[in-house]
Each structure stands twice: as structure tokens, then as C-alpha cells.
């Protein structure tokens, strides 16, 4: 078993899948540090112009000014009504802040590998994951080498399960090259330090409102490993129905977009058609797990943590049975 | 006694309702080279890939050595090599890395038996190289590589010289008329090379429409000589050939007739013509090739 799962990982890296992560991972990150350095420079400069102190010397009153802003917002009439119970929550996430001592502007290598994969983890990660798994199967059946593997002395759920086990293996170095490749770019930007930074963790929305309550300060690298702990179940969740689709199609490229689509369309779909019922079950609406740790105000009313992660575990326990049921019956006619 | 080799019984297949194989009966022994043919679309690759477990049959069974692949699909393919239609392999891979590949999934496969099958294949030159440099025959090469790695007790080819050039063709037929007989290997290949077919293969099979049509050895099929006859009455000699002998006669146009007959009996069949007062013109023996009995067999046959 273990040289079959060798053979996979090998078959992956061969194939310069990997290669290509690292590539996209590379010019994303720059990318995003770049612009993030550029404008929480201009936020500071701006808010220090305003106020006339400088970010470094007195972050409070900066924090201070930010709450208003944020007020004068929420009581503007011009402001759209849906908007206005994610600024409430975004306000005594502020004060919240302020009253312990945290400084939320303040930034570093450690806090940027944590925000950048909280902002990866509906989306980008879920593609970098699909570029993975997208033809783990599907490619096999698409170059006719499906029938090289299949006419082993070797059953098929062992090929399949050891393709499946290649796949969370190198999932596991994806999570880890975006880790080593934002703290070690970011670095570069904001300083290499912060991992012993206190982060404030628990938040609850309930309605429109902000529980905090529950709220513990952890360091940023606990913090950190919790987020790409999630990421990690994240993608799990997106390999095993990539996976699904990777056994049920033959081909690399209709693998690769049907889940590209799913994924796009259900970003769309939480953002737009957040009262219709239905959609709080699919998976894709379900992947900002880190939300929930960061206190975020939620865009489809009702789901928390829990359901979150019960629904994703559903959706991958079924991919499984079904790629695993459909890859044993399987006629091979390719 | 041992059991055969391959053993089908009365295997069948139907896809969407259609019956693409009707109910197939094939032994093959030890050291036996069996020539599989029919015209495309008879159910070759369908058959072949139903003895290898790619597709589960409809009804019936396939015993590999007295195994039955349903049942016992590990044992049974334990003894199979087989290149099911073009031999594809990795082609970002190099032959040997595809080679290792394969061995890893079986424990039987030692590095020196690798090394042994790129040998015996001629392949040492260009086996660190990657697959998609390869040239049609080159793959087909490691394709049979590959099928021999576990040193199957059933060697399955679809196809095999395919892309190989005239010499490469007499290369694997010598390779393959070794391989049954110094290592008592079964081979069932499928072909549509007729002459190719008749060179390597003890006995054929002819499949048509989903079901075998006929088996015969090649030995039989070479022996059966037909004779064409030029003379002035063929009404009655093919009366004659009725009456005495039991040979339906073929009437060609005009006075030529063709009929089928057994060994060291045209001498005869002519000094009855001539006692019978038939003015004969001339009479010439043909040897039967394996084509014409397959264009006779499948004659007016569509694509299904």
C-alpha cells in the first residue's frame, strides 16, 4: 500500500502540479503583501493627517477614529441597509480591541500568513486544491493508463484509496508552502516577528450583535496553526468532492471546471441569494471557517461553526462512498 | 489436471440494452498461441477487456488458471500480462520510471527482472528516456515490457504490431513463438493482420457479431485445398462431386466450378470427370489462406 501511494505522489510531482502551486502561490503572495503594505500605509497616513499623531506613537486613538468613521457610516442615510449589520459587528470588534489592548493595525510576518490564508480559504486554496486533484483520476482515464493500473494483481479500491491518501498528503505541503512562502515574503514588508502577538479569539454573532463573552487572547502562531487547521479541513472537504468528480469524469479539463464553476457559482450564491434556504447546505458557502474564529459578521443568517463543519463532513463522506462505489462497478471502456 | 489457462463459458455482454457479446466458449492451454480475429466492431476489445476485469460481464464467467476473475480477481490476475489496445504508459514518465511504476505494485517484480524484460525487448539504449520521445514502435515495446513483468502464465495482446516496422514485426513473432514455447506461456493476441496471424498463431478464432463464428488450428486451414476446374459440362460434374464424394461445388462463371476437397483425392475426382465423358480443360489446387477463409466468414458484414 505504501509503494502504491508512493507511486501516486510520484506520478504528482512528475507532473509538475506541485510546481505550478508553488508558482501561483509565489506571484499571489507578493502580490498581496505588496498591496497591503501600500495601503495600510495609506490608511495610517491618512488617518494620521486627519487626526494629526502618527500610527506608531498612539494606535488607540487611531482605533478610536476608525469607531467613529465606522458610526458616522452606519447613521449616514446613504448607506445600504443590508451593509449596515456587518459595521455594527465590525464596531465592537473595535472596541473590543481597544478595551484589551490589542492593536489591530499593527502588522507582521505572523499576522500576514494568518490573514492571508483567511482570505484564501473559500476560493484560492479551493482552486489550488482542484489544480491537485482536478486529474487524479480523470487524467488516468483520459490517457487510457487507467487500464495500465486496473489490470494489476491489485484490487481496485486500493488504487483509489491510495490515490486518495497521495492526495491529502500533498494537500499537507500546499498548506505548507503558502505558510513558508507568506512569512517568509511578507517578511520582507512588515518584519519577520509577531508570532507572540496576543490575538483575540471567540467572538460570537448572534443577530446583529457582537458576543464577546467567550473572547480569549491567544498567541498568533496558536492562532495561526488553528486557522491553517481549518484550512486544512477545508481541503480535505474540497479534495474528496474534486476527487468525486475527478472518478466520475473522464476528462482532466470537465473535472477541473466543474468544480472551478461549483465553487465560483456558490461564492455568488452566499453573496446574493443569502435567504434562500437551500444554499446554506452546499459546500461551497460553507468554507470560510476562519470567519467564525475571527468573529466576522456572517452573510447567510443562521449558520455557525458547528453546522459548518457538520455539513462539509457529509459532503465528503458521501463524495467518498460515491467515488468509491462508482469506481469499483465501473465498466473501463476508455 | 490442471486447469486451462483462460477458460471463458458462455460469456456475454450486453451495453444499453444491446448484446455486444453473445455467448463466448474459449479454452486455451499452456505454451497454445490463439489468434483472435473479427472485423471492427465484433466484440475483440469488449471480449479482451471482460478477461482482464475492465468490464464486468453481463453473464458467464472468465477463469484465469482456475481462478475466476469475479471471484478471485487478485489470484486470477496474478498470472495475466496484457496490453489492452494501444500500450499507453506515463509520457512524462521515462520507460524505466514507468517500468518501476509497475513494479512497485507487485512484489514479485525484482529490479533485475526489470532490468531482464528491457532486454529482452531491446530497449536498453532509450529506457532513461521519457515515453513521449518514443516512437510508435518504441512503445509498443515497452508495452510488451510491461506485460511480461510478472511473468504472466497468460499473455494478453490487443493489437501488438501495430506501428512496428517489418523487421520489428519479425522480432515480436519470434519473441512471442519463444515465449510459448520455452516458457509454456498461453498468448491470446487479436489482430487484424491476417498474414501476420497465420505466421504466429497455432490456432484462430474468428469472432463475428459477438459470438465466435468458427475455431479452427492454422494447421487445418492451410491444409484445406481448393480446386478449380475448367470444362465443358459443370452441371454434371458438380453432380458427380455431389453423388460420390459428398463435395458441394462452387459454380463460377461459365464453365469453371470451385469445390473444397480433401487431401490426394484430385487424381481421382478428374479420372472420374473423364470416365464420365466431361471434355476437361484443366484443373488447378489452391492453397487456403487464412484471408479467405475470414472474407468468407465474414462476408457483408456492417460495423455494428
Redesign the interface.
Given at each position: 500500500m505504501l509503494r502504491l501511494i508512493e507511486n501516486e505522489v510520484f506520478k504528482i510531482i512528475f507532473k509538475k502540479r506541485l510546481l505550478i502551486v508553488f508558482g501561483i502561490l509565489l506571484v499571489l503572495i507578493t502580490a498581496f503583501a505588496y498591496g497591503q503594505d501600500n495601503s495600510l500605509n495609506r490608511t495610517k497616513a491618512r488617518l494620521a493627517g486627519r487626526i494629526g499623531i502618527t500610527a506608531s506613537t498612539d494606535w488607540k486613538k487611531l482605533c478610536e477614529q476608525q469607531i467613529i468613521d465606522l458610526k458616522n457610516r452606519l447613521e449616514s442615510p446613504y448607506g445600504h441597509e443590508e451593509d449596515k449589520p456587518a459595521t455594527r459587528v465590525r464596531i465592537e470588534q473595535l472596541q473590543y480591541y481597544l478595551e484589551n489592548n490589542i492593536n489591530p493595525l499593527d502588522s507582521s510576518a505572523a499576522k500576514f500568513t494568518t490573514q492571508f490564508m483567511e482570505q484564501s480559504i473559500f476560493l484560492f486554496l479551493p482552486l489550488l486544491i482542484i489544480i491537485l486533484a482536478g486529474d487524479i483520476v480523470s487524467g488516468e482515464a483520459a490517457n487510457g493508463t487507467i487500464k495500465l493500473i486496473l489490470t494489476r494483481n491489485i484490487p481496485r479500491w486500493k488504487v483509489l484509496l491510495s490515490k486518495l491518501a497521495a492526495l491529502l498528503m500533498l494537500e499537507i505541503i500546499v498548506l505548507l508552502m503558502a505558510a513558508v512562502i507568506s512569512a517568509a515574503v511578507s517578511g520582507v514588508f512588515f518584519g519577520y516577528g509577531g508570532w507572540t502577538a496576543p490575538v483575540a479569539t471567540g467572538f460570537r454573532v448572534i443577530g446583529d450583535r457582537l458576543e464577546t463573552l467567550g473572547v480569549v487572547n491567544v498567541p498568533q502562531w496558536q492562532y495561526a496553526l488553528m486557522v491553517y487547521g481549518l484550512a486544512y479541513f477545508v481541503s480535505i472537504v474540497v479534495g474528496t468532492v474534486s476527487f468525486m468528480i475527478s472518478v466520475l469524469v473522464k476528462s482532466t479539463s470537465a473535472s477541473i471546471g466543474v468544480m472551478m464553476s461549483a465553487l465560483i457559482g456558490g461564492n455568488f450564491l452566499s453573496h446574493f441569494m443569502s435567504d434562500w434556504k437551500i444554499t446554506r447546505y452546499l459546500f461551497m458557502v460553507n468554507l470560510r471557517l476562519t470567519d467564525y474564529l475571527a468573529g466576522s459578521f456572517q452573510p447567510v443568517a443562521g449558520i455557525n461553526m458547528a453546522f459548518s463543519v457538520t455539513v462539509l463532513s457529509v459532503w465528503a463522506v458521501a463524495a467518498l462512498a460515491i467515488s468509491f462505489v462508482y469506481f469499483m462497478r465501473q465498466d473501463i471502456l476508455v | 489436471m490442471q486447469p486451462p489457462v483462460l477458460e471463458l463459458v458462455d460469456l456475454k455482454k450486453n451495453?444499453k440494452n444491446k448484446e455486444i457479446i453473445r455467448g463466448i466458449n474459449l479454452t486455451l492451454g499452456p505454451a497454445e498461441i490463439l489468434g483472435f480475429l473479427g472485423p471492427n466492431g465484433a466484440g475483440k476489445t469488449t471480449t479482451i477487456?471482460m478477461i482482464?476485469?475492465?468490464?464486468?460481464p453481463t453473464a458467464g464467467s472468465v477463469k484465469i488458471c482456475g481462478y475466476s476473475i469475479a471471484d478471485d480477481?487478485?489470484?486470477a490476475?496474478?498470472n495475466?500480462g496484457?496490453i489492452?489496445?494501444?500500450p499507453?504508459?506515463?509520457?512524462?514518465?521515462s520507460g524505466m520510471?514507468n517500468l518501476r511504476?509497475?513494479s512497485?505494485?507487485?512484489k514479485r517484480i525484482t529490479r533485475q527482472r526489470v532490468d531482464e524484460v528491457v532486454e529482452l525487448v531491446g530497449l536498453q539504449k532509450r529506457i532513461e528516456d521519457k515515453v513521449s520521445t518514443y516512437s510508435l514502435g518504441m512503445r509498443q515495446r515497452l508495452g510488451i515490457a510491461?506485460a511480461l513483468l510478472?511473468r504472466p502464465k497468460l499473455l494478453i495482446l490487443d493489437e501488438p504490431v501495430n506501428g512496428l516496422d517489418p523487421a520489428g514485426i519479425t522480432e515480436f513473432r519470434n519473441l512471442i513463438r519463444r515465449l510459448a514455447h520455452e516458457e509454456e506461456m498461453a498468448i491470446f493476441v487479436s489482430s487484424h493482420l491476417l498474414s501476420e496471424a497465420q505466421l504466429m498463431c497455432d490456432q484462430v478464432a474468428i469472432i463475428r457479431q459477438g459470438s465466435i463464428v468458427k475455431t479452427a488450428t492454422v494447421k487445418d486451414i492451410l491444409n484445406t485445398e481448393t480446386v478449380e476446374w475448367r470444362l465443358d459440362n459443370p452441371v454434371k460434374a458438380a453432380r458427380l462431386l455431389k453423388e460420390k464424394w459428398g463435395i458441394e461445388a462452387l459454380r463460377e462463371n461459365g464453365n469453371t466450378i470451385t469445390a473444397a476437397v480433401g487431401e490426394n483425392r484430385l487424381e481421382l475426382i478428374n479420372q472420374v470427370f473423364v470416365n464420365e465423358g466431361i471434355e476437361l480443360r484443366y484443373s488447378i489446387p489452391r492453397q487456403n489462406t487464412l484471408e479467405d477463409m475470414f472474407l468468407d466468414l465474414t462476408e457483408g458484414d456492417e460495423i455494428a
Open positions: - | 451495453i477487456r482482464v476485469g475492465l468490464i464486468r480477481f487478485i489470484r490476475m496474478s495475466v496484457c489492452i489496445e494501444s499507453e504508459m506515463y509520457k512524462f514518465l520510471e511504476q509497475l512497485n505494485m507487485d510491461q510478472c
